[in-house]
């Protein structure tokens, strides 16, 4: 596993014009479960659909319509919570959580409020190199999303796209642990990763698939440590949630202007109304959207259609032993079998795909060469022409062939880009392309010895200076590739420069 220092939360200090205060934050997490059909009808789950064309007579509330549970979307919810380290209970229940909405055509949601299927766990977030925190998991339960409603159509109403309700959802609930702007979007972001690699949730939150409800609210110095002791809620401040977030970006910025709004407010006397608010990414700021209800508002009660799901622990464990390895393992691993720093094995773990990739190049391989090229000159190539690991021009066998042939001596570095660049936009067999293009390093020392020999022999000057600053030799090792082509191997024109030198 990896080797971290775990930290206690370390709060984003905000100077008043009085006061010093300290931030607390708590997310709601709402991931779209990865599942072909919803969470109570067989209807298709798939985006990009016409307006209503993904929709069952249970979605659509139609009389007599009786919800059906969908068993994968359980064991999603299941193989999250095992994920994040959390506890699973074997019985759960839904219940019906009633507001009236234009989008939710039964008047009211089907959740789980007072027996969720998963219990506590935990997300750990890596805030520097060996340095972690962790944020505490509350609960995660199964729900049902709602429709979409759609106002710029038409200047003189409303359109409800009905393709979205009933779309299974994991309501993903942490402690108020987190203690900054940048805390929250690294919890985001390390929630994200984990359930992508669990396959669970695509995390696509330029869609809505990933979305948060972020709490925020401010208290003096010394007050979280109270609540610690306690667990009173009061020492922490009123809260207001900012809702449907779906950017890290955008996450922070809201964080943050929450917070000074709050204490603009409590230092000039006021107090806080405890609201729901949205964040205006062009304005930059939160706005009141309505005021905060309680579990009582909702009038919950359990969902008579709806038998408690038990499960049994065989299951679990089946699950359980199905499991894929998961982001800080596979850092761990990255870092032991390649020998990777830290910084580029979060690099190469970020997305599954890219580990993936990453991993088939540096099989058998030096794993630090192999890592410099795919962070380096991969990545960089692909974010510069906008193109995702999965549509790589170059394939993970023919980079890692091209190594080959550069651990070998065959090809020197320079070569090794060029031979890139060609592989890169024609394609072929690293090989059969070098030998075509007559990219073969130069090995004939007899050579490499003679164009170094009339060097030495034409510049004592500069063999002077050399002698006296090791650092110039440099420059017969330049001179000698010149000759060459850039084809004999630089390593060893610098190691003869040395010999030859006395360095």
Not at 355 to 383: M, S, T
Not at 486 to 499: I, Y
């Amino acid at each position: 596993m990896l080797d971290l220092t775990y930290e206690a939360p370390k709060p984003k200090v905000i100077a008043g014009a009085k006061h010093d205060w300290e931030l607390v934050i708590g997310m709601e997490i709402h991931a779209q479960v990865s599942s072909n059909a919803k969470l109570f009808s067989g209807a298709s789950t798939a985006v990009g659909a016409e307006p209503n064309s993904n929709v069952s007579f249970v979605d659509c509330a139609m009389p007599g319509m009786l919800p059906v549970i969908n068993e994968y979307c359980v064991e999603q919810a299941v193989r999250s919570g095992l994920g994040l380290k959390a506890a699973i209970n074997l019985r759960s229940a839904f219940d019906r959580k009633n507001y009236f909405y234009p989008d939710l055509p039964q008047g009211y949601q089907i959740s789980q409020l007072y027996h969720p299927i998963v219990g506590e766990g935990e997300v750990l977030v890596e805030m520097g190199p060996g340095v972690a925190r962790l944020v505490r998991i509350e609960r995660i339960h199964l729900e049902q999303d709602a429709g979409k409603s759609i106002h710029d159509m038409d200047p003189n109403m409303s359109f409800v796209d009905f393709n979205r309700t009933g779309v299974a959802l994991m309501e993903i609930v942490s402690r108020p642990d987190i203690r900054g702007p940048e805390e929250a979007a690294a919890y985001v972001s390390k929630l994200r990763q984990i359930l992508r690699y669990l396959g669970t949730c695509d995390g696509n939150m330029q869609n809505g698939n990933l979305r948060a409800d972020v709490n925020v609210s401010v208290c003096r110095p010394g007050q979280y440590e109270k609540y610690q002791e306690t667990q009173d809620f009061s020492h922490l401040g009123t809260r207001c949630e900012i809702k449907n977030m779906n950017s890290l970006r955008f996450i922070q910025a809201a964080i943050d202007y929450e917070a000074r709004r709050q204490i603009a407010i409590l230092e000039d006397g006021g107090s806080i109304t405890q609201e729901t608010r949205l964040y205006d990414p062009d304005k930059g700021e939160t706005r009141s959207m309505r005021s905060k209800e309680e579990a009582h508002d909702y009038r919950y009660f359990p969902c008579p259609d709806l038998l408690p799901l038990e499960i049994e622990q065989a299951w679990v464990d089946d699950i359980a032993a199905r499991m894929p390895e998961l982001p800080d393992a596979k850092k761990a691993r990255f870092m032991g079998d390649f020998g990777l720093t830290d910084y580029d094995a979060n690099v190469l773990t970020a997305e599954l795909d890219s580990a993936a990739f990453f991993e088939a190049v540096a099989q058998g391989r030096d794993g630090k060469l192999a890592a410099n090229w795919v962070i380096n000159e991969l990545f960089g190539r692909l974010n510069k022409e906008g193109h995702a690991i999965g549509d790589s021009p170059v394939s993970a066998a023919q980079l890692g062939g091209m190594l080959d042939l550069l651990s070998k001596g065959d090809i020197t570095s320079k070569m090794a880009k060029d031979l890139f660049e060609i592989l890169w936009t024609e394609g072929g067999d690293p090989a059969e392309v070098a030998a075509a293009r007559g990219m073969k390093a130069v090995t004939d020392t007899g050579a490499i010895e003679k164009a170094l020999d009339d060097l030495i022999a034409a510049n004592p000057a500069q063999v002077e200076k050399a002698k006296v600053n090791a650092k110039l030799a440099g420059w017969f090792t330049g001179q000698v590739l010149k000759a060459t082509g850039g084809k004999a191997n630089p390593a060893v024109v610098n190691e003869m420069v040395a010999k030859k030198l006395g360095l």
